[in-house]
Structures are given as structure tokens and as C-alpha cells.
């Protein structure tokens, strides 16, 4: 957000207009009717903005806050004249963020792989005591686990579209609660695992390594199960080969929230089938305990992108979103059942419960990378590089025929150059969300070279194999086809 007294002669929404809108004026004119905590919303009533706040004799903001100056006024006014330019988010510097330690939190959730043996046993102790909890307890690590999916109904999957983080942030609350509640680790706090970093060792040790099923849940899931998980060789092995470092550096280089959430969205479903057979099934996921410390990284990425993008409140997040914002702001579509809590009520959950993330030392915010596209707007000036990626969507996939997880695997004369997981229950149908976007489309990127003047080929491979074979045949999926872009930055 530029500082300086003189006009800016290119302003964006991102970097620059967004923060001209004070928490009070967003709430005092969507009362009436008027969005200004939204860039189509304040790109509509542009003109009508800069009216009403034109020096000397401005009507808003409303007294006592002060009226823009005429530097601001004439910022504006560039910004309608350069055709209202969204423009990139400059990321919130590190030394700002002193506010957030204004009040330490009373949370500090740590890198699982940072934690002293003292802090390890406690968490021993939680997990343990959770464990040994009767399954018809609220607090018991079954009740908990099984709030995921199996043993529904009701069944309950926010995967796949904007409610997937809130929803699974709401999560995390009353497990990390359930820990704190057993004798002597009032101040536990749930750590993370860093997915792109390996698999602590005690973390294959009890009670961390495997969850025996109490009781029968369906879906095949009988008393007795045992969850599985790769070693952790296996499961660096995969990471790698998903890409998932790359894919979460590009989720936090976005400035809009949807290009971030596609790109987290990815990561998570690769990174549940990298961790093994139990973590790769929706049915069953939460059981492994690394889906706990699986989810939290997922969060405390999700939390930083929001300091970044100077978004942890709910106005400021909104400034990030293009579009609909009905699944934030509207009681029609922002529950998050079977919590209370709904989507615009997590954007500053962290801080509510007085919480946070701590990151590592050698962590700084990611740039901002330049979005890239297989179309743009013709009203704007884009660039073309000979060596960009090419984006590969596989387009149309019908998962509702598809029981469970699956990888589609592009190929390029016959080998595989690139694959993406999509995590799914075992009966997608039993989902109402899962109905409401049955067909979906896949993006993969690759280098040009990689599929240059080859035959290019798609395969569904499910996640679990023993129950209709190692491939599934398109046909059965609704008969995809593969469109290839050049990208447009």
C-alpha cells in the first residue's frame, strides 16, 4: 500500500485502492445496499465513490473519520481512468506484523519437527488420552475422526470449493480443545507437519503411527481396521514427484483468493495420496493422526497468506475475492455444518482463539507471482515467454462414477509427465456437494517440450486399486477431453 502524500499515477486494487476503505465504511454502506469491501463492488460505484469524496466538500466518510485527501482523491481517479486495474498484492512487510505479537497468543502452534522432548511428551499424553477415550464421547479421537466422513450420515465434505478451508480451519478447534481437555496438558497446542519437509521420526511411533477402529463405520471399514500410512521415504518420495513444494509456493505467491485456494486445494489432495492408503481415502483420512498435523499446515499456510495479503479480517480478506462472495456473506450458503461457526466467521478464527502459527526462521514471504492464464481479458496488455509452462486441462472428468480417490496421469508417448490427485469419498453420491459439481476439470502444467510433437494420452488411476482395478476407463468418466494453452501472463 503506497504511503506517499502525492497522487499514484498507476494504482491497483491490490496494492493501493483497497485500503482507501475503512472497516466502518464497508459496514455502514452495505447497509445501504453499496459493496465497497469488494473490487467489482467498488469498481461499479467508482464513479459515484469519487463524488462523494471529492475535496473540499466531500459528504463521506462519515464524520469524524477524515475525509481523503486531495492526493487520495486524485489516486482514485487515476485508477478509473487506467480502466479500474486489479493489479497484485505488495505482501504486509514483516515488520508490521508486530500487532499480532501485541498480545501473545496463548496457542503456539509449532513445526512438529521443532518440538523439545518435554513438549513431545505432552502431545504423547494428549493424543493418548483422547485415544483411550469411550467412541460415544464427543471428545474421543473415533468422535472426532469420524466427524470427517465414515461413519456418516450425515455425511459431511466441503472439498473442492471456497467453504474447503473454513470448514476445515472450524475442524481443527474442538480437536486441538479435545487435547487441551486431558489432565495436564491444558496448554498443549497442536503442532504441524510441514509437508514439504520429512516426517519426524516419532511420529511412526505410538500413539502417533496407526489407529485401530473400535467399532464397525461402513464402507467395508470394519472393527479391527488398522489405518495405513507410507514410510516416510515413501511419502517424501511422493511429495516429490506431485510436485506439492512447487505447488504450494505458487498458492502463496496468488493475490486473489480463488487462484489460492485452487492452487492449496491441489496440494491437499496430493498430499493426502502421498501419505499412504488410509490418508488417500475420504472415508477414513481423519483416522490417521497425521491428518491433524497434516490439516494444521494446511492452515497455518491459509493464516500466513492472509497476513500477507493483509486480510485477516473480514473485510480485508473480501478485497481479495473476485466474484461471487454469496459462500462468505450470505446465511443460504455460508454454513459449515455440523459446526455453528460459519465461513465469515473463521477469515480471524485464529486470533478469536487467541492462537497462532509459528513459522519457521528461515521462512519469508513468497513474491508475488505474476498470474498466469489460458485466457485473458482483450482489453488488456499480456505477455507471451517461449518458456513458460503449458497449461493441460483435462476437462469434464465425471467423478460421481468414480468410487474414491484418483490420480489423472497425463501422458506423453505412453510415460507419465505429470499427475494430479483428486480427493474424494468412496460413494461420491452420498455428497451434496459432491453432486452439485459432478463434473470436474484437471490442470496440469508442464513444459512445452515435454508434450511437443508427442501423442498425449490420460490416465484415471484410482487410490484404491483392489476395488476396480488399477485404471478406470474414460468412457466411465464421462469421456474428458484434453485441452493444451500457452499461458498468458
Not at 136 to 157: Q, V
Not at 239 to 248: K, L, M, S
Request: hydrophobic share 40%; glycine share 6%.
Amino acid at each position: 500500500m503506497s504511503t506517499t502524500e502525492d497522487p499514484v499515477k498507476n494504482p491497483t486494487w491490490m496494492a493501493d485502492i483497497r485500503f482507501y476503505f475503512t472497516t466502518d465504511d464497508v459496514n455502514h454502506m452495505r447497509k445501504g445496499g453499496i459493496e465497497l469491501g469488494t473490487y467489482e463492488g467498488v469498481k461499479e460505484n467508482a464513479v459515484r465513490v469519487y463524488g462523494v469524496t471529492l475535496p473540499p466538500n466531500a459528504s463521506m466518510p462519515l464524520d469524524p473519520a477524515p475525509k481523503w485527501s486531495q492526493a487520495r482523491s486524485d489516486t482514485f481517479m487515476n485508477w478509473i481512468l487506467n480502466g479500474h486495474p486489479y493489479g497484485t498484492a505488495v505482501p504486509q512487510p514483516l515488520s508490521l506484523r508486530a500487532a499480532f505479537a501485541a498480545a501473545p497468543a496463548q496457542r503456539l502452534r509449532k513445526d512438529v519437527s521443532s518440538l523439545h522432548q518435554d513438549e513431545i511428551d505432552t502431545l504423547k499424553l494428549a493424543f493418548s488420552g483422547i485415544l483411550s477415550l469411550p467412541p460415544e464421547d464427543p471428545k474421543s479421537y473415533f468422535a472426532l475422526a469420524g466427524t470427517h466422513w465414515l461413519p456418516g450420515p450425515p455425511y459431511y465434505c466441503l472439498h473442492h470449493e471456497n467453504r474447503y478451508n473454513p470448514w476445515h480451519r472450524n475442524y481443527l478447534q474442538p480437536f486441538e480443545t479435545a487435547l487441551r481437555s486431558i489432565p495436564g496438558c491444558e496448554n498443549v497446542a497442536l503442532p504441524y507437519w510441514d509437508i514439504t519437509a520429512p516426517i519426524p521420526d516419532f511420529l511412526y511411533q505410538a500413539p502417533f503411527d496407526k489407529f485401530t477402529l473400535p467399532r464397525d463405520i461402513g464402507g467395508g471399514f470394519n472393527r479391527g481396521y488398522v489405518t495405513q500410512r507410507n514410510s516416510a521415504a515413501d511419502v517424501a518420495s511422493e511429495v516429490a514427484q506431485f510436485g506439492i513444494p512447487d505447488t504450494i509456493k505458487k498458492a502463496m505467491g496468488q493475490s486473489v483468493w480463488g487462484d489460492f485456494n485452487s492452487f492449496i486445494i491441489r496440494a491437499h489432495d496430493n498430499g493426502h495420496v502421498s501419505c499412504g492408503p488410509t490418508m488417500g481415502d475420504q472415508s477414513v483420512a481423519a483416522y490417521d493422526p497425521i491428518f491433524w498435523l497434516f490439516h494444521a499446515n494446511l492452515d497455518r499456510l491459509w493464516w500466513k497468506w492472509q497476513q500477507d495479503m493483509q486480510a485477516t479480517n473480514l473485510n480485508k480478506f473480501l478485497s481479495t475475492i473476485r466474484g461471487s462472495t454469496v459462500w462468505l456473506l450470505n446465511s443460504a450458503f455460508n454454513m459449515l455444518p455440523p459446526f455453528s461457526e460459519t465461513a465469515d466467521k473463521t477469515i480471524d478464527l485464529i486470533a478469536q482463539y487467541n492462537a497462532d502459527y509459528v513459522h519457521p526462521l528461515n521462512e519469508t514471504q513468497a513474491p508475488m507471482l505474476r498470474r498466469a492464464f489460458g485466457s485473458l481479458p482483450a482489453a488488456g496488455l499480456h505477455e507471451l515467454h517461449s518458456s513458460d509452462k503449458v497449461s493441460v486441462r483435462v476437462k469434464g472428468i465425471d467423478r460421481l462414477n468414480i468410487p474414491g480417490s484418483f490420480v489423472v496421469h497425463l501422458q506423453a508417448n505412453g510415460a507419465t509427465v505429470a499427475r494430479q490427485a483428486f480427493f474424494q469419498a468412496d460413494d461420491p453420491n452420498a455428497c451434496s456437494a459432491c453432486v452439485k459439481q459432478g463434473k470436474v476439470d484437471i490442470d496440469l502444467e508442464v513444459d512445452l517440450d515435454q508434450v511437443r510433437g508427442k501423442q498425449l494420452g490420460v490416465v484415471l488411476e484410482p487410490v484404491s486399486p483392489n476395488r476396480i482395478g488399477r485404471t478406470f476407463p474414460l468412457s466411465s468418466a464421462g469421456n474428458p477431453t484434453i485441452n493444451v494453452r500457452l499461458l498468458l501472463q
